[in-house]
């Protein structure tokens, strides 16, 4: 004989609270970041503040530019009557989908002052000059 087994009424509600709760620390963890267009390349600053160039991976598959590392931060305080020490570190990640016309091959990155700035540039656009075309007859 099987056992019917029945979910308690209870249940869904119980778990919505905790349904985006993996997406809300990811984004909780992922650096802040901004992205612009200019003329000839695409341009994406993350900011970084207490990681070192060693801990940082930045990868292009498939048109996803990936910028991945580690954060290790601690700052201490102490003084007459109170003491305060605050940590900060854990693994980030951020992806970037880049546009149809981002050229690959030629990514850059630079980092200064807790501020990393990758350079993608664009395919260059072709331009067509306008010519006469002659038209045959049979």
Not at 56 to 84: A, P
Request: aromatic share 10%; glycine share 8%; no cysteine.
């Amino acid at each position: 004989m099987v056992e019917k087994t029945t979910t308690p009424a209870w249940w869904p509600g119980f778990y919505e609270p905790f349904r985006h709760l993996g997406e809300r620390i990811a984004d909780w963890f992922a650096p802040r970041s901004e992205a612009k267009a200019t003329g000839a390349n695409y341009q994406i600053a993350v900011e970084l503040p207490g990681v070192v160039e060693k801990d940082i991976e930045v990868t292009l598959d498939d048109g996803v530019l990936t910028v991945k590392g580690e954060k290790h931060s601690e700052r201490k305080e102490e003084g007459e009557g109170y003491f305060f020490s605050e940590r900060e570190y854990g693994r980030f990640q951020r992806t970037f989908r880049l546009p149809a016309d981002a050229r690959g091959d030629g990514v850059s990155a630079d980092f200064a002052n807790g501020v990393l700035k990758i350079t993608v540039p664009k395919v260059a656009e072709e331009k067509i000059q306008p010519k006469k075309i002659k038209v045959k007859t049979a």
